[in-house]
C-alpha cells in the first residue's frame, strides 16, 4: 500500500528536487547516492499570526492556508474558531483576553475582569477545538519585577484551576520592551521562568517570542534548550524591524533556532508572527514555512 502524500512528506521532496535541480538535473545514480533523501527533525507545527494580515479577510486566508503550509492561523477570538475549522485548520493561540498587553495581571484592579473572562471563554475555546489562551503581564508602571512576579501568580492562581479543568494551557507571551512594548514586564526568560514555578501547573507555560527575544537577550538556542519545558508556544519575526525571515539585513539563523526547537522534542506550534514588506505577503509567509521546516 502506498504512503499517503502528507504536507511534511511533501515539503521533503521539495528540498530533495531542489537539491537535484542545482547539480543540473541529472537523474543519475552517483547523484542519488551523494543527496540521501533527508529526515526531517521536527515534528512540531506551523501556524501564522492573523494581524500580521488585516488586508486579507480570515475566511480567504484559511482557505489557502494549507496551500501555504499552515496547519493552524493564530490570535482569533472564540467566535472565529468555526472559519478555521472549516478548512482544517487548528488555533495554536486565542486571543481576545481583556485589558490586551498594557493592562494585564501584574494590576490586582484588572483580575476580576480577567479571570470572568477566562471562565467564560476557556469552555467555549475548549469546546471549538483549540486548547491555548493568550495572556499578559501588562506594564509595569513603577512596579518592582517581584511584585508583579507575586501579582501575576495571584491572578494566575484563580485561573489555572479553570484551564486545568478543561485541559487548556494559559500562556503568557515574553515581548520586548526596549523598542515595540515599552514598560512592559514579562520581557525576560528568567522572570517567566520563575512565574512558571512559582503558579506550579503545566497548565501556565510561556509564549517564547524569537524576535523579542533576541531584542532582550540574545543567546536564543541556549535558552530554548535550558528552558523549554517552560514554553508551550513559538513566535517568528526577522529582527531589526520584524519582517521577513529571509530579509536582506535581518540577523537571526531560523534554520539552527528551529533545529534547537526540533531537538527539544517539541511537538506544539511555531507562529510566523513577521510583518511582510512584500507585494504578495502570502508568498512570503510560505517562503517562512519551509524555511523553517527542518
Not at 531542489?18 to 512540531?44: F, V
Not at 528568567?190 to 512565574?195: A, E, I, N, R, Y
Not at 534554520?255 to 526547537?261: E, F
Request: aromatic share 6%; proline share 5%; with cysteine.
Amino acid at each position: 500500500m502506498t504512503p499517503p502524500i502528507t504536507r511534511r512528506t511533501a515539503l521533503k521532496t521539495f528540498a530533495s528536487t531542489t537539491a537535484l535541480a542545482a547539480t543540473g538535473g541529472a537523474l543519475t545514480s552517483s547523484n542519488l547516492s551523494a543527496t540521501p533523501p533527508q529526515p526531517l527533525l521536527g515534528d512540531y507545527k506551523h501556524s501564522a499570526c492573523k494581524w500580521c494580515y488585516k488586508d486579507i479577510p480570515l475566511e480567504d486566508m484559511a482557505a489557502r492556508g494549507r496551500d501555504l503550509g499552515l496547519d493552524s492561523i493564530e490570535l482569533v477570538n472564540v467566535d472565529e474558531l468555526p472559519i478555521l475549522t472549516q478548512h482544517g485548520l487548528a488555533c495554536a493561540m486565542v486571543w481576545g483576553v481583556p485589558g490586551g498587553i498594557t493592562n494585564g495581571l501584574n494590576d490586582a484592579a484588572n483580575h476580576d475582569a480577567i479571570v470572568a473572562f477566562m471562565a467564560r471563554e476557556i469552555p467555549r475555546m475548549v469546546d471549538r477545538g483549540a486548547t491555548n489562551m493568550i495572556c499578559f503581564s501588562g506594564n509595569r508602571r513603577g512596579q518592582s519585577a517581584e511584585d508583579g512576579l507575586e501579582v501575576c501568580a495571584q491572578g494566575l492562581a484563580r485561573i489555572v484551576p479553570v484551564a486545568e479543568k478543561y485541559g487548556a494551557t494559559v500562556t503568557m507571551e515574553l515581548l520586548n520592551s526596549k523598542v515595540n512594548h515599552e514598560d512592559y514586564l514579562c520581557d525576560r526568560t528568567p522572570w517567566g521562568v520563575q512565574l512558571c514555578e512559582k503558579v506550579g501547573s503545566a497548565h501556565f507555560k510561556l509564549l517564547y517570542d524569537i524576535y523579542h527575544m533576541q531584542i532582550m537577550e540574545g543567546d536564543l538556542i541556549r535558552t530554548i534548550r535550558d528552558h523549554h519545558q517552560w514554553i508551550s508556544h513559538y513566535h517568528t519575526g526577522g529582527n531589526p524591524g520584524r519582517h521577513e525571515l529571509d530579509g536582506e539585513f535581518q540577523e537571526i539563523d531560523y534554520r539552527a533556532v528551529m533545529r534547537a526547537i526540533a531537538a527539544t522534542g517539541y511537538t506544539g506550534f511555531v507562529g510566523q508572527e513577521f510583518q511582510p514588506t512584500e507585494a504578495d505577503p502570502l508568498a512570503a509567509l510560505a517562503r517562512a514555512i519551509k524555511l523553517c521546516t527542518v
